[in-house]
């Protein structure tokens, strides 16, 4: 696998007023004169991180990280228990990513994220296929009900005892939408209520990641700062709640919208957390998607994945703009 390239500092970055007392934060690396491309991060709720810099050649592309509203730098923030999130949805997020590209002054730019911000991608570019020059997603989720179905139940057959431990964290007359009821309690005024529903979440996160054929660092979701575990907690359950505000199959059936924008579906075999029949029914919906299933990795990756990657980004980087 190529070596990754160096973190350098963002050489741009500021705080965008989105509305709604919002304001997400963004920074850009590389050459201001390079591909515009953004990273979309996943969750939602985990903000950006720096070490996704590394992917991409600082010498061909102009690199924009943003914090989706309430989480990483952006403000107001999550964790603090008096922020609403009723101006959070994923309506709300694609409007912040085109404005965000407005500010920025790019024309077009290629959209690389994964797990859930495979999802705000996808989002996005059907609202706004003129700016997109290219998708790059890893772990394809288009966060339909079923999919979060799976997520915090159907896969609980593989977890019987962390899956119990995750249902006995919600009152019994609750558990019949146990998302919807850690939205509830997350969201808590009582901290002592939402800080036991945020790693109640975090350890079941945790559970589904544990047969990754990489191993994750130990406990990837408990191990997070404070701030970040209940950003997360909060967020994610906000919207996996609503559906993500998407009706059931939404982005699957407008996958057509796409037409013209090529793309690459990085998925891992032995994703238990997102399953490879989205990526598989998203690659047929989309005919200029390219869809590659590697045995050696699940939803944290893995090292087929990571070269493939890793090659597809330099591959577009050398393309001409």
Aim: proline content about 7%.
């Amino acid at each position: 696998m190529p070596a990754p390239y160096p973190v350098l500092p963002p050489h741009d970055h500021g705080l965008l007023d989105v509305g709604d007392g919002n304001r997400v934060h963004w920074e850009v690396s590389g050459n201001p004169a390079g591909r515009p491309a953004v990273v979309v991060h996943g969750g939602p709720g985990t903000g950006s991180s720096p070490r996704n810099r590394k992917l991409f050649d600082p010498d061909r592309y102009r690199l924009v990280l943003f914090d989706q509203r309430g989480c990483g730098r952006s403000t107001p923030h999550v964790a603090d228990p008096t922020t609403s999130l009723e101006h959070n949805t994923t309506a709300h997020l694609v409007a912040d990513m085109e404005k965000l590209r407005e500010h920025l002054g790019v024309e077009r730019w290629l959209l690389f994220g994964g797990s859930w911000g495979s999802t705000l991608i996808l989002a996005y570019a059907q609202a706004f296929p003129e700016r997109v020059s290219g998708i790059v997603l890893a772990g394809v989720t288009t966060t339909r009900r079923s999919e979060t179905a799976w997520l915090y139940g159907g896969v609980g057959r593989f977890f019987p005892e962390a899956y119990a431990r995750f249902r006995a964290g919600v009152p019994q007359d609750e558990r019949d939408d146990l998302v919807a009821a850690y939205a509830r309690r997350a969201s808590s005024t009582d901290l002592a209520v939402r800080d036991q529903a945020v790693a109640d979440w975090c350890a079941w996160e945790d559970a589904v990641l544990s047969l990754e054929p990489a191993k994750p660092a130990a406990a990837p979701y408990t191990g997070r700062p404070e701030a970040g575990r209940i950003s997360l907690v909060r967020i994610a359950s906000h919207y996996f709640a609503h559906g993500a505000w998407l009706a059931e199959g939404e982005l699957l059936r407008g996958a057509g919208k796409l037409s013209g924008i090529p793309g690459v579906l990085l998925q891992g075999r032995h994703d238990l957390g997102s399953p490879p029949h989205t990526a598989w029914e998203l690659a047929r919906a989309w005919p200029d998607a390219n869809l590659h299933i590697f045995d050696d990795s699940g939803h944290m990756g893995g090292t087929g994945m990571g070269r493939t990657l890793q090659q597809t980004l330099d591959r577009l980087g050398r393309a001409p703009l």
